[in-house]
């Protein structure tokens, strides 16, 4: 009694102050508690049963004090001044936290794989905190408490990827508002990651969410990166293929009934279509990339690359099954332990040539190591330092002062939010209540990956 109380006073204290209550296409999902319990049970023996969670504990990496970069083709992680996100739910990882069906719309970007910052490199990689042991004045990290002032983590929740090029063009702004001066010089490191939005919903509307669109809304960001952003570094990921999540069906019902909210289209078109309309995918991104690097080809100031480390060909397994610890508890989402795996295989590839870029595969999940600058090469690798490491004419190599670190490893604590106390329940609403973007410019109802679009979006007229 007295918890039903509290559960009505926090409802009618907190949600007035949210826009809506999110709800998934049909309204309301509704999922037995036995059928969710007992994912999340399943979900718990494969985290159980892998020996290294989050990899093998390895940092002792030389890093190197440099001068300032002269050049985007050598360029050194201790170079990088501001890491930035653009993408949708996964870049902010949505629901990677999550413990109970009530909070699977949270964002907790303080974990995210490229600007997390409430993690430090041994409890879970990402991106910036592998970036801050080599440049400790890296700036754009999040945090799931509250929003930096640094945050630059632009991503949105439910984004399309139509919707980037509005996304670039805030990155510029808030780069010149909150770097000032500095905005010029300083060196961005910007990773991309979208497109999920659009294989989910492809089959409804191809001309809306097909590789044209694709095409033309990354053509677009990149146009207005490369105009408003000196000295940027573009890492851009292709969206991961999300028919495979449909392996997981064999492992719960659960899986099966909210992809059915968040990504109906892999029950409506198959393997071979997916694969086909995917190719289209990256198709695209290689000619655009192309493209810009052709065109900047005498530029020292920006480049883009394609990071393929999280395109996967299917779910890695363990044990013979599909490894569903990777995922989050929405069984779409990533988990922490992917997240770690993503920004350790993702800072990999940006030392392997563009050509030769591999992708994550089961061998890496839980084996997977933080890997050093090459010393040979110790720079981020572009189409045009691909080939022997060869500086473009007139830079010279800055020497390279060694220093030693070493970290150990532990799980981190999970933190648990709950944010509404139900007795038992059969019927489950999905509430969304986030407290951290009230005020977006963005869309902020639309937490859930694949919620359709709302009216507002259709008539934006973005490219
Ligand atoms: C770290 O690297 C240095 C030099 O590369 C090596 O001598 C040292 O044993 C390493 N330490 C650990 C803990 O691996
Ligand atoms: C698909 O989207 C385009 C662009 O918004 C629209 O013009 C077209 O009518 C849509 N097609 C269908 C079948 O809904």
Redesign the pocket.
């Known amino acids: 009694m007295a918890r039903l109380l509290i559960l009505f006073v926090i409802i009618h204290l907190i949600l007035p102050q949210f826009k809506c209550i999110i709800s998934p296409p049909n309204e309301i999902l509704k999922i037995s508690a036995e059928i969710f319990n007992s994912w999340r049970d399943v979900k718990k023996e494969f985290t159980d049963s892998m020996k290294h969670p989050m990899g093998l504990p390895h940092f002792n990496c030389s890093y190197s004090i440099q001068e300032p970069a002269t050049s985007v083709h050598q360029l050194h992680p201790s170079q990088i001044d501001v890491v930035a996100a653009l993408g949708d739910s996964v870049s902010v990882a949505q629901a990677a936290k999550s413990s109970s069906i009530f909070d699977i719309f949270e964002e907790y970007p303080g974990i995210s794989f490229v600007t997390g910052d409430d993690v430090t490199l041994n409890e879970q990689a990402t991106l910036i905190n592998m970036f801050r042991q080599f440049s400790p004045r890296v700036k754009g990290g999040s945090s799931d408490r509250i929003r930096k002032f640094y945050d630059f983590n632009l991503a949105v929740p439910g984004s399309f990827s139509h919707e980037l090029p509005e996304q670039a063009k805030e990155l510029v702004k808030i780069l010149k508002r909150k770097l000032g001066s500095r905005s010029e010089d300083s060196w961005k490191f910007v990773n991309i990651f979208i497109g999920h939005n659009d294989l989910c919903n492809v089959c409804?509307?191809e001309?809306?969410y097909g590789p044209e669109t694709f095409g033309k809304s990354i053509r677009s960001a990149l146009t207005i990166i490369h105009s408003s952003i000196p000295n940027v570094f573009v890492n851009i990921m292709p969206p991961i293929n999300v028919q495979i999540h449909s392996q997981a069906h064999e492992v719960s019902p659960f899986c099966e009934l909210s992809h059915k909210q968040t990504c109906s289209c892999i029950f409506e078109l198959d393997k071979e279509e997916y694969l086909k309309i995917k190719e289209k995918f990256n198709d695209q991104l290689k000619e655009i990339v192309k493209e810009f690097n052709e065109n900047s080809a005498t530029s020292n100031s920006f480049t883009v690359v394609i990071s393929p480390a999280m395109d996967l060909k299917s779910i890695p397994l363990l044990g013979g099954q599909p490894n569903v610890a990777l995922l989050a508890l929405d069984c779409f989402h990533l988990s922490p332990i992917a997240h770690d795996i993503a920004a350790k295989q993702i800072w990999k590839g940006l030392f392997e040539p563009v050509q030769k870029k591999t992708v994550t595969s089961e061998l890496s999940v839980g084996m997977d190591r933080f890997v050093c600058p090459p010393i040979e090469c110790p720079y981020l690798r572009t189409d045009q330092n691909s080939e022997g490491c060869e500086p473009p004419k007139n830079f010279r190599i800055l020497p390279i002062i060694p220093g030693n670190t070493s970290v150990g490893l532990s799980m981190p604590p999970f933190i648990i939010l709950g944010f509404f106390l139900f007795g038992t329940a059969l019927i489950l609403l999905f509430v969304r209540a986030s407290i951290r973007r009230p005020s977006s410019e963005f869309s902020d109802e639309r937490h859930y990956l694949l919620l359709p679009m709302r009216r507002a979006d259709?008539n934006d007229n973005i490219f």
Do not use: E, P, S, V
């Open positions: 409804k509307n001309t809306l259709l």
